[in-house]
Structure formats: structure tokens, C-alpha cells
């Protein structure tokens, strides 16, 4: 069983790209579970939300104390205590960020990959809702689901041109980023084998 | 048809399969997805009913309550505060016996204020007259959704559907939605004999003296006593049509050797069934799942129980200034039986606090000091109580 | 006239048509304004009804349990909710296509102050339910306490006049004018010394497909303090003063007034109940209470233009009725 956390903010679509993680693993009949852990309910409160991937139905509900993989939708959470808590060994860590991963990782002093999400989804959806841009970026380094399976969650998600929108961003975004870079540290995640 | 839902999306998709001709909606957290896809269905035409949106829990009730009355299926849902507000006529539609079936969204109640998870507020109104049914996933929710609406029409009793709030309302995983030629096979049209109608008028509602009310009393806590092999008849025939059952009135697993079993209501009997799987502890361990809290199913209890020496009941409520609610009731439950398991009664996750996989590790701890077995809080930090409370 | 013309008169009367949906033989006080503006208005509703009634004397005194005065379908749920089971009972009808009418009846306490919100709801979504409200000024099941309907000055165990009170200290909650702001098709108010206006009053509103309100003045010999063989004559006085205006508003403007042909003298109408009788003692208060009430009596009478000016200036306290010659009940 993998699991992730996804930090973000209110308004940033935090529990939908849980959502639609966790869709797109239902979309290659395997188990998803995705849930939010809300503060308070107003845009730009710091959100967190959990997913859980498995060949086996998902029974736990507790948070992810030890996630394999976190996807951070706001660079400035970086600085928030405890949002790097648990990860585990040799984890990837995704940031929405400008600056370059090598910045990045050199700044917070371990390995972070940063990609540009809101401006790339500002440029192609028109705004900058930063979570499908990072969960194609997440899929393509990780290479735990394919970046089709997404592509189908959003269809059930959106239609028109928002879908059309959506889709164009994912092949954007995967064309960037180095596919399988975290392919290995899958491997070490995978820790049940469940 | 198995989709990836989020629990809410799932629940608002099966009441639209019971064909209830009126709901009535006011939003509370973390109700609020289950009325406003119902909403969206009813809006895309996928759902032909009266959508009120009324301007209180109290008269999210009374409507449902009124609509049941004038010959329509109803259904309402709420949470917490709502749940408080709308007590009054929970209880009023209880004594009339009305087959209305709603959710409740478990939510902590104020004060202090939360907005997440435990059962304080369906346990606030045990005494309503419901039938409650608590939810350990989502396909339970949804399925425990249409055999609410059999159960209640058969037995003039209404049920309120538990299922905790945000852990299954908030979580998307892979639920079966039926389809409707099967809802319809399981769940006939509406049944009620005593509805409003000008070709037979009846009188409902009156003042009731002293000379009938104990028997009208006595009848209601009948019913809901009688209820419990419909509750379980319901839940055959459910298995019977999709496979899958939603446990009847209980259910307990593990090795069978175990004499130490952990009592629980909802979605946390995940979250003990990975523990156990994932980290046996050293002495086995059953888990017995609680589904109907009302009526209490003290005699499948006791057989359930039945060679314990231990219980440990864990709930997500309190009595303050007594203590467990559930594991009072289980302990007057076995309170008949010669050698009863000893009983450890424990909140937990109070307010929508985490309950971690090490829990059970906590729980089997208590077993060590078996002369102490009064009622706690078992995930109260210490550090964070007052001096004079720890 | 013989025998014989007498007894055929009295079984003429026993036929006439006139659908009785409130039975004789419950258990209201000697009387009690409420009864009859309940039965006048379950007669002029006629059978294909359902009504929500919430808690208060009427459905108190008319459902002893094991019998019911009731000859429609009746439902009493709780005290603030009248509205909202009657909302819920039109939106079932609604979608069952019966064009059966609902009726929600509550009384002041459970219209103005606790029923209130739901009230409101109700208007505001637009369901098909005529609204009446029972108004006699008070709590009157319970014993007399006061409402947000009771009138300035009134007496009542919760507002009583002392040395520092001179009874309720507030004003008589202007329900119609709330209710008229809805803009719903109808909102009036009418009396039970006027039993041709309310039956005029509910053909309307049962005839609108939309929210409608009626409020009816129901006088109460024991709350008020009056003998019940003057109820009528004191509900008729309250009109004639200007101190309850019967009007029509639709959508919130004014439709219609019955005008007053000679308004009296608020004392007339005060000196009759004892829950006034602490503003007739030789008190500076008291006369200055009693100056405050005509200056509310004169004020409706100017807004609502009662004084007999306008359009309906012959149709004053239902001379309608006095000019055909007597009480009509067809």
C-alpha cells in the first residue's frame, strides 16, 4: 500500500487532486482512499488531505503518519513545522514552486523537485489552481499509476472545454518533467506489499 | 455498478434510488455534500422530486415529517447542532410512528465547537425512538440507506442512518451503486396506512391523558424490541440480491480462540481491522461491530460474547459526569449473564481526533491493571490538561 | 305560525349546505373567539383540505384523545412548526398532483414568536399553504402569558402592572405587514365579529395557489377578562376603535379596508376587560397609557385611511351585511 499526503491550501483544490489521485487508481482496478483533513473552511487555510493506494481494499481511516510521497501545493508551507514530518526514507517530495529543484532542495537542505504548476495552469486553464499540474508532474516521476488513469478520473470529473483544458495541462506538464525519477524509491516505499 | 465516490456522492446517489418524492435540506458541515448532490441530481433532472431548502434543521424534519404524513417517501439528513435542534421532533415523529429515514453525519456537538467526527450527537438522542444503524464504510452507508427505507415502513418505526462524519462523508474509495431495477425489486413503493387523505380524515398528534399514554409508551418500545429480526430479515434479503450484507445487528471476527474481543460502532472498525492484520498483537483479539445501537441487540450481544473474559468497549461519545454511553449499555447487557467478560469502557477520537493504528496496542495495555477498569478518555494528552484534571 | 311551519323551518336549516369540518362538542370555554373563527373557517374551506395545527388551545380542546372534533384531515406536531408540516404536506401533495388544499392554523404565541421562523420559510419558498393565525393576544393555553402579539398595556401573568410596570411594555408585533413583506398574493385580517368577512376572506385565499395569510381576531373571555356571552360584541369593538384594522394586502401593497363608519373612543373597547382595568384608576400612568393607545388607534386609522374616505366608504364594519338583512350564511 502507498501512501501520500497532499499539503495546500484552501482554494487550491487540495481535496480534489486527493480525489482525483485516488479516482485514477479505481480507473487501473486498484483501491483508492482519499480524504481531507480540513483546519478551518476558508480559502487560503492550510489544508491537508490523505491517499491511500493498494491492490487490496483500503480499511484503515487514520491520518498518513508516514506517507511515501508528499505533494506540496504552495511553496511557502514549506516553512509550516511538521509538513515534512514521516516521510519516509528516500521519499519524493513534489513542490509547486518557480524556483528550480536544485534552489529548492540546496534551500530547504534535502532532495525537493519543484515544478511550476500555478503558472503553467494559469497559462493553459486560466487560473492558477496548482493540483492538476502537480498530480500529473507526481505520476509521471513516480510512474505508480499511468498518466492515462489520471486523464480519465478528470473526464469523469469535467466536461467541455474544462476538461480539454485539463487534459492539455497533463500533457504539458508530463512532457517536462523526468519521467520514473522516483521509480525507485517506489520500491523502498512499497513497504507492505499489499 | 462499482465507482469511486466520495462517501456523500454515494449516499445522496442511493437516496435517489429509494424514490422519496420530497427532501428537505439545511446545510451543516459535514452534511452538506449528501443535500447539495442531491440537489445537483435533481437540478440535471436525474432525480424527479420536491427539493426544500428550508430555513432550519427544525423544519428540515418538519417537512420530512409532513410529507411523510401526506403519503410520500421523505428523507432529510443532518449532523451535530442540527441534530439538537431537530431533537424535538425527532422525537414527535418517533411517538406519531413514522417510517422517515434520514442520515446523520456524526459530528461532535458544541461546546467547545468542532466540526469533525464522533458520535455524540445520534448518541444525544438515543432516546428519540429511532432505530439507528451505525456505518463502518460507505457501502455500508448506501446500503444500510435502502434497507432503512424496508425497515421503517415495516415496522411504523423511522431509522437514522450514522455514519461518521468527514471519515466516510469526506473519504472517496471504491463503492458498488445498485442499480435501480434492483432498489426497486428490494423496496417497494411507499407504505403507510395512517396518511392524511380527505376521503378518510384522521386526527394525529393529540394530547394524550394519563389514561393511555403508558400503553402508547409500552407498544413504541415493542416495536423498536421487535424491530430486530426485521433489521436482520432486511439485511438477508439485501445479501440475498447484491451479495453483500451490512452485518444485521452485529457481527463479530477473529480467532475463534480469542477471549478478548474490542466492541465498536462506525467507521473506526477499519482502522482496528489493519492494526490487527498488520500487527497481531500477542494475544488474539476479536472485534465485535455494532450496527444497530437502537434497539439495543442485548441477547445477540450476550451470544456474541459468550466465552469472553474481556470486552473492551470503544466509543466515540460520553455522558459527562458518567462516562461511556455505549459501554454502559453493553455492561447492563451482560449484566444477566453468569461470568460476564470483564469491561473496559474507553472514548476515543473525541471531537474528530486521529485514531492511530496503535490504538490497540493502548487497548490490550489496560488488560495489565484489570482492578482498575473506570470509564476514560483514552487519547487525552496529559500534558495538555490542567494540573488539577490529569 | 303553527307547529307544524316552525319544525319545517328548523329542518330547512338542517339541510342547508354548509360543510361543518369542526364538530360540535369539544371542549373550548364558553365563548371562546378561537372555536368559531375555527369552524367559520373549516366551513368556508370546505372538505378537500388537510390542516397542521400547531400547539395551543384549539388543538387542545378540539382532540381529547380518544375523540377528535376534527371532520378533516388534521395533524398536530409541535409548537414552532406549523409551517414547516404544512410546507412539507403541500410539496407531497404537489408531487402527487392532488389538488387537496393545506391549511396551517397556530395562534399568536405560535405564529408571532416561536412559529415564527418557520412562518417565514414557508412565505418565503412560496408553497401553497393558507396561514391562519388565532389571534387572542396571548398565551392563552398555558395560562396566560404574553406574546409578541399581546397589545401595549395589556395585563397578563407575565407583563402584570405594578408599581413599576403599567402591563406589557411592548408593542402589538405588526404580524400582517412582516408576512405582506414576503410579497406574498395575500395577507389579510379579519374578526370573529365579522363572520361574512372571514368567509369572504378564506374563499380568497383558498382560491390563490400560493402562500396566504389570515389573521383573525379571536377574543378570550377568560385571558381578557370578560364574560363569554360578550366576546362578539368586544371583538367588534376593537375594529370600530382602529385597534385592529381589517385589511387585504397583495404583495405587499394595500388591496382593501373595511372602513369605520363612526370610530369609537379607545376606552370603550378597554373598560370591557379586566386585563385593561389598571388604566381606568386615577394614575397619571394610566392616563397617559390610555392617551398612548388612542394615538395607536388614530394612527391606524390614518394609514389604513379607515376613516371612511375612500372607494369602500358604504362597506364600512360589513354594513354589506346589515343592508341585505341579517346574518347570511350561504
Redesign the interface.
Same mark, same amino acid.
Given at each position: 500500500m502507498l501512501e501520500i499526503r497532499i499539503h495546500g491550501r484552501g482554494g487550491q483544490g487540495n481535496?480534489v487532486a =486527493?480525489?482525483l489521485l $485516488? $479516482?485514477a =487508481?479505481? &480507473?487501473v482496478q486498484r483501491?483508492? %482512499? =482519499?480524504? +481531507?483533513n480540513?483546519g478551518a &473552511?476558508r480559502r487560503g487555510a492550510p489544508v491537508v488531505a490523505f491517499v491511500r493506494i493498494a491492490d487490496q +481494499?483500503? *480499511? *484503515? *481511516?487514520? %491520518?498518513v503518519?508516514t506517507p511515501a510521497f508528499l505533494i506540496i501545493q504552495d511553496q511557502a508551507l514549506l516553512h509550516v513545522p511538521g509538513v515534512l514530518d514521516g516521510l519516509l526514507p528516500g521519499g519524493g517530495v513534489l513542490v509547486n514552486s518557480n524556483l528550480s529543484s536544485a534552489e529548492l532542495s540546496a534551500n530547504a537542505g534535502r532532495a525537493l523537485v519543484g515544478l511550476p504548476a500555478s503558472a503553467l495552469a494559469k497559462e493553459i486553464l486560466g487560473k492558477p489552481v496548482p493540483n492538476t499540474a502537480l498530480l500529473a508532474g507526481f505520476l509521471a516521476l513516480s510512474g505508480i499509476l499511468p498518466v492515462d488513469a489520471l486523464n480519465r =478520473?478528470l473526464t469523469h470529473r469535467f466536461k467541455g472545454d474544462v476538461l480539454e483544458r485539463n487534459l492539455r495541462l497533463v500533457e504539458t506538464v508530463t512532457s517536462r518533467v523526468p519521467a520514473g525519477l522516483w521509480a525507485t524509491t517506489q520500491e523502498v516505499a512499497d513497504v507492505?506489499g499489499a | 455498478m462499482l465507482q469511486a465516490l466520495e462517501g456523500s456522492q454515494a449516499v445522496a446517489r442511493a437516496v435517489a434510488l429509494c424514490r422519496p418524492q420530497v427532501v428537505s435540506a439545511y446545510p451543516i458541515t459535514p452534511q452538506t455534500h449528501i443535500v447539495e448532490n442531491i440537489a445537483k441530481l435533481v437540478a440535471d433532472g436525474q432525480f424527479k422530486c420536491e427539493f426544500v431548502s428550508v430555513e432550519s434543521e427544525f423544519s428540515a424534519a418538519s417537512v420530512a415529517l409532513g410529507a411523510a404524513m401526506a403519503g410520500v417517501r421523505a428523507y432529510t439528513a443532518s449532523a451535530s447542532q442540527g441534530i439538537l435542534l431537530m431533537a424535538e421532533v425527532l422525537y414527535n415523529i418517533a411517538g406519531m410512528r413514522v417510517p422517515l429515514v434520514m442520515t446523520c453525519a456524526n459530528r461532535a456537538v458544541s461546546a467547545p465547537l468542532s466540526i469533525w467526527n464522533d458520535q455524540q450527537d445520534s448518541m444525544a438522542v438515543r432516546d428519540a425512538g429511532w432505530i439507528q444503524l451505525y456505518c463502518a464504510d460507505n457501502q455500508e452507508a448506501v446500503d444500510t440507506t435502502m434497507q432503512a427505507y424496508l425497515i421503517a415502513e415495516r415496522t411504523e418505526l423511522p431509522v437514522m442512518v450514522c455514519m461518521d462524519g468527514f471519515t466516510l462523508t469526506h473519504t472517496l474509495e471504491v463503492i458498488d451503486i445498485p442499480d435501480q431495477a434492483q432498489v426497486d425489486e428490494f423496496l417497494p413503493p411507499y407504505q403507510f396506512a395512517r396518511t392524511l387523505d380527505p376521503r378518510n380524515p384522521i386526527s394525529i398528534g393529540t394530547l394524550i391523558s394519563p389514561d393511555y399514554y403508558s400503553e402508547a409508551r409500552h407498544s413504541h418500545h415493542q416495536a423498536l424490541l421487535n424491530a430486530q429480526a426485521e433489521i436482520i430479515a432486511v439485511d438477508n434479503a439485501w445479501a440475498a440480491l447484491t451479495g453483500r450484507s451490512s452485518g444485521g445487528l452485529l457481527t463479530i471476527e477473529g480467532p475463534a480462540e480469542a477471549t478478548v474481543a474490542i466492541l465498536v460502532l462506525g467507521s473506526v472498525l477499519g482502522t482496528l481491522q489493519a492494526s490487527l492484520d498488520e500487527y497481531p498483537p500477542a494475544i488474539p483479539v476479536k472485534l465485535i461491530k455494532l450496527r444497530a445501537f437502537r434497539p439495543f441487540p442485548a441477547a445477540a450481544l450476550r451470544a456474541a460474547c459468550a466465552g469472553l473474559t474481556d470486552i473492551i468497549v470503544l466509543e466515540r461519545a460520553l455522558s459527562p459526569g458518567s462516562g461511556g454511553i455505549v459501554g454502559l449499555e453493553v455492561l447492563a447487557a451482560l449484566s444477566s449473564v453468569s461470568a460476564p467478560p470483564r469491561l473496559y469502557n474507553f472514548a476515543v477520537g473525541l471531537g474528530g481526533r486521529d485514531i492511530p493504528l496503535d490504538i490497540v496496542s493502548r487497548l490490550l495495555a489496560a488488560l495489565e491493571t484489570p482492578e482498575d477498569r473506570t470509564f476514560r478518555i483514552i487519547d487525552v494528552d496529559i500534558t495538555r490538561l490542567p494540573v488539577e484534571d490529569r | 305560525m303553527t307547529t307544524d311551519t316552525l319544525i319545517k323551518i328548523t329542518d330547512l336549516r338542517q339541510k342547508q349546505p354548509r360543510f361543518r369540518g369542526l364538530e360540535a362538542g369539544h371542549r373550548a370555554c364558553l365563548g371562546c373567539g378561537e372555536a368559531l373563527a375555527a369552524r367559520l373557517v373549516t366551513e368556508a374551506a370546505g372538505p378537500d383540505v388537510m390542516i397542521a395545527n400547531a400547539t395551543g388551545c384549539l388543538e387542545i380542546f378540539t382532540t381529547p384523545w380518544p375523540e377528535s372534533a376534527w371532520r378533516v384531515p388534521w395533524m398536530h406536531s409541535l409548537f414552532e412548526n406549523a409551517g414547516a408540516i404544512a410546507a412539507g404536506m403541500e410539496s407531497a401533495l404537489k408531487a402527487q398532483g392532488k389538488s387537496t388544499k393545506v391549511l396551517a392554523f397556530g395562534g399568536d404565541g405560535g405564529t408571532f414568536d416561536i412559529g415564527f421562523q418557520a412562518l417565514s420559510g414557508m412565505l418565503e419558498r412560496g408553497h401553497n399553504v393558507l396561514y391562519v393565525c388565532f389571534d387572542n393576544e396571548a398565551y392563552m393555553n398555558t395560562g396566560i402569558q404574553r406574546s409578541s402579539s399581546t397589545p401595549h398595556a395589556a395585563m397578563t401573568t407575565t407583563s402584570p402592572p405594578g408599581k413599576e410596570r403599567m402591563g406589557k411594555r411592548h408593542l402589538k408585533k405588526d404580524i400582517v405587514s412582516i408576512v405582506a413583506a414576503h410579497h406574498i398574493p395575500y395577507a389579510a385580517t379579519s374578526s370573529v365579529a365579522y363572520p361574512s368577512d372571514i368567509r369572504k376572506k378564506i374563499r380568497r385565499a383558498m382560491a390563490i395557489d400560493g402562500p396566504t395569510f389570515l389573521q383573525i381576531h379571536c377574543p378570550c373571555p377568560l385571558g381578557w377578562g370578560h364574560e363569554g356571552d360578550e366576546s362578539i360584541e368586544i371583538a367588534r369593538l376593537a375594529v370600530q376603535t382602529g385597534l385592529f384594522p381589517l385589511v387585504e394586502l397583495e404583495r405587499g401593497g394595500l388591496a382593501g379596508v373595511m372602513p369605520i363608519r363612526h370610530p369609537k373612543p379607545v376606552q370603550d373597547y378597554l373598560r370591557r376587560q379586566q386585563r385593561f382595568r389598571h388604566l381606568f384608576v386615577d394614575d397619571l400612568r394610566a392616563q397617559q397609557e390610555l392617551a398612548h393607545i388612542q394615538a395607536i388607534a388614530d394612527h391606524n386609522i390614518e394609514i389604513y385611511d379607515l376613516a371612511g374616505t375612500g372607494r369602500n366608504a358604504q362597506d364600512s364594519e360589513g354594513m354589506s351585511l346589515v343592508r341585505r338583512g341579517g346574518d347570511r350564511w350561504a
Open positions: 481535496v =486527493a480525489y $485516488a $479516482a =487508481a479505481f &480507473e483501491y483508492g %482512499q =482519499a480524504f +481531507p480540513f &473552511e +481494499p483500503i *480499511r *484503515r *481511516r487514520n %491520518q503518519l =478520473a507492505t | - | -
